[in-house]
T-cell receptor, first 108, second 113 residues
């Protein structure tokens, strides 16, 4: 069993739909990161959170420390949101353990 | 700032050759990370530095891999000798302790024939 598991692995949505990607982890963490990897390969940090909820534009990230679970939500999805979304658990010493990623495709 | 800069962007080499990947972190950042991404294993941490000092190199696959950070603005990842199974995209990332947000370079795609 991986220390960080994401679901679903693949997700196809229609433009405008509300999207949720889930991340469960089994290790103690100091923070949880959500990353976006574009089709061209570049990686961008979306959120780093250790409790509660963060919002940036149409993206919302939540974390439940007790349940060791985090979710990434995208409201009013758009084709430009198509990318791989990666959850990563930061353990002691700034070490990141990555999930396998969720491939999101948003169709117009 | 131009962001994290990696070079080369692409490298194709033959088995047995030495490969050197380079990274310039964002100025002022005190953490530097080297990651490897493959289809089979996804993203993996190889090594990271804090204030130019290697902190955790437990992800470095074997003695063929070495990394240095001679100063705050430059790091190298060297593979000698290279093998086909080293083919991957190697990412460098940097962060500032107080915020923790990671900034990634564009990656170096290595192909070892």
């Amino acid at each position: 069993k991986n220390e960080v598991e994401q679901s679903p692995q693949n997700l196809t949505a229609q433009e405008g739909e509300f999207i949720t990607i889930n991340c469960s982890y089994s290790v103690g963490i100091s923070a949880l990161h959500w990353l976006q990897q574009h089709p061209g390969g570049g990686i961008v940090s979306l959120f780093m959170l250790s409790s509660g909820k963060k919002k940036h534009g149409r993206l919302i990230a939540t974390i439940n420390i007790q349940e060791k679970h985090s979710s990434l939500h995208i409201t009013a999805s758009h084709p430009r949101d198509s990318a791989v979304y990666i959850c990563a658990a930061e353990t002691s010493g700034s070490r990141l353990t990555f999930g396998e990623g969720t491939q999101l495709t948003v169709n117009p | 700032d131009a962001g994290v800069i990696q070079s080369p962007r692409h490298e194709v080499t033959e088995m047995g050759q030495e490969v050197t990947l380079r990274c310039k972190p964002i100025s002022g950042h005190d953490y530097l990370f080297w990651y490897r991404q493959t289809m089979m294993r996804g993203l993996e941490l190889l090594i990271y530095f804090n204030n130019n000092v290697p902190i955790d190199d437990s992800g470095m696959p074997e003695d063929r891999f070495s990394a240095k950070m001679p100063n705050a603005s430059f790091s190298t990842l060297k593979i000698q000798p290279s093998e086909p199974r080293d083919s991957a995209v190697y990412f460098c990332a940097s962060s500032f302790m107080n915020t923790g947000e990671l900034f990634f370079g564009e990656g170096s795609r290595l192909t070892v024939l």
